[in-house]
């Protein structure tokens, strides 16, 4: 799997969710100071990368760690690495 | 406290029979209905089921942030859109509502009837991790009165009325008492919810549905008529923009009328057994409240639902308060009974029947038999409505009265 579907998949959580254009994701975006999630948001991000990726993110110390969205496509990227059902789940 | 007076400057509805007040008004007087049948309940009960939906086009919803959209159910959609309505109309300074002395008072059944049975739904699927944050935040009972105080940017009190069908009217008492109080010169109230199976099913289980299948879904709610045979379900919203006279008249605001008096009390016997000794009770606390004779009652909006034993309790109360001269109309053979928003939204036609001096008729009333004794028109009818009362009655054995009285 490559990034730019990584991209895709995280990008349409925040298109949906958020309301966001396209246009305004990129990678060097802090999430909280320029796309202005909030604490529901951040949560909401999570429930929904969840639900795209079919994993379980919730008590990952890591996804407490992300910034920006480039920090989410990597974080995904690694993600798809240790878990092919991941991979298998987009590809469906 | 009776020196502070309460005028009405603003009122927003959504409403299965538009989502503005003149588009309701207009509906009503062309004796329309906004009950169809609901092919999409159809696997909920087995069989056709008369509702009122309200239709909200999502362009329409875009114009409250998402920052508060997101913590909305329906119910608060609606409460939402309703109150921008109302709030365009008052001409308020928006700059108002974070002065501390602004409040809101918003009731509904409860917080988001659809956002509940989602809620329990993923509960018992096994989905919880899949709702969102904002998802308590829907369901809670105080949802449409926070969200609505969020989108206005209000920081006055903020209180929520949950009494069933008598929500929307306990609101606009509640904020009438804050302004007479001191406490607020400022108050958003009223009331709103939604239709949805579950909903319809609880006031079937209890034989109060009106559920007959019929060609003619539109019929079935008939308030006050000898063929009732129980409520079709609606759902809406009605808001008010409420200020104390001072603040109204200082500003040069349109005054559409006036709160003049307000009760409200409960039976203390049976929580859905209406009883006409107690919502006789409650009106004539009203009246007294606002200084106000029986004789000099124009119009009572009454509450009747279209069941059997509800209807007659409140023909006989108003009978026994008022007498056999007059008038009286019920909305919900036009709307369905829109529960929490029902005391709020009508109020909305009440203010266009006293700007134009009419009175509109209950919609399917053709021939009367136990709720007879009362003035109950057939058509439109031409009248000076100075003084208005205006009934709820909820499951829990609560009442509600309000007395308006035009400022002309």
Redesign the interface.
């Known amino acids: 799997m490559d990034r730019n579907e990584i991209i895709k998949a995280v990008n349409s959580i925040f298109i949906e969710r958020?309301?966001l254009e396209e246009s305004e994701l990129t990678p060097e975006k802090n999430i909280i100071e320029d796309l202005q999630l909030?604490s529901?948001?951040i949560?909401?991000m999570i429930?929904g990368l969840?639900?795209k990726f079919g994993i379980?993110l919730?008590d990952n110390p890591e996804i407490r760690n992300v910034r920006t969205l480039g920090d989410v496509y990597d974080l995904f990227e690694k993600l798809a690495k240790e878990h092919p059902e991941i991979v298998e789940r987009l590809t469906k | 406290m009776k020196d502070r007076r309460a005028i009405v400057t603003g009122i927003g509805v959504v409403s299965p029979l538009g989502n503005s007040v003149p588009e309701l008004y207009l509906a009503l007087k062309e004796n329309r209905s906004g009950i169809r049948s609901m092919p999409e309940w159809y696997d909920a009960f087995g069989k056709d089921i008369a509702n009122a939906p309200v239709v909200i086009d999502p362009a329409e919803a875009k114009k409250i942030s998402?920052?508060v959209r997101?913590?909305m159910g329906n119910a608060a959609l609606f409460a939402g859109l309703a109150a921008q309505e109302a709030v365009a109309q008052s001409g308020i300074d928006p700059a108002c509502f974070a002065s501390g002395r602004t409040g809101c008072v918003i009731g509904s059944t409860v917080g988001s009837a659809s956002s509940m049975t989602e809620a329990c739904l993923a509960e018992y699927e096994g989905r919880r991790?899949?709702?969102?944050?904002?998802h308590f935040f829907r369901l809670m009972s105080h949802s449409s009165s926070f969200n609505v105080a969020d989108m206005l940017g209000i920081n006055g009190p903020q209180l929520s009325t949950n009494s069933a069908c008598a929500s929307g009217l306990q609101a606009i008492g509640a904020a009438l008492e804050l302004i007479q109080l001191g406490k607020a010169d400022v108050v958003v109230a009223g009331g709103s919810d939604e239709s949805t199976p579950l909903v319809a099913s609880s006031f079937q289980l209890l034989y109060a549905l009106a559920e007959e299948e019929t060609d003619e879904p539109d019929k079935l709610s008939r308030p006050f008529d000898a063929g009732r045979t129980g409520l079709v379900c609606a759902e809406g919203a009605g808001i008010l923009v409420i200020e104390e006279y001072e603040h109204a008249r200082k500003r040069g605001a349109d005054m559409l009328f006036e709160l003049a008096g307000y009760a409200t009390n409960c039976s203390g016997w049976h929580v859905s057994h209406s009883d006409e000794l107690q919502i006789a009770n409650c009106m004539r606390a009203a009246l007294d409240d606002a200084g106000i004779a029986p004789s000099e009652v124009d119009y009572v909006s009454a509450h009747a639902t279209g069941t059997r034993v509800g209807d007659a309790a409140e023909a006989a109360a108003i009978r026994a308060v008022l007498g056999e001269n007059t008038p009286v109309s019920s909305l919900k053979g036009h709307l369905g009974h829109t529960l929490g928003a029902s005391g709020a939204l009508e109020l909305g036609a009440v203010a266009g029947m006293m700007k134009e001096k009419i009175i509109i008729p209950t919609r399917n009333l053709e021939n009367v038999d136990d709720c007879a004794g009362i003035l109950l028109p057939r058509e439109i009818e031409q009248r000076k409505v100075r003084v208005c009362l205006k009934n709820s009655i909820a499951f829990g054995g609560v009442n509600a009265t309000l007395v308006c009285r035009s400022l002309d």
Do not use: G, H, I, Y
């Open positions: 958020f309301e909030d529901l948001d949560v909401d429930v969840q639900q379980m919730r | 998402r920052k997101r913590t991790n899949d709702l969102s944050a904002c």
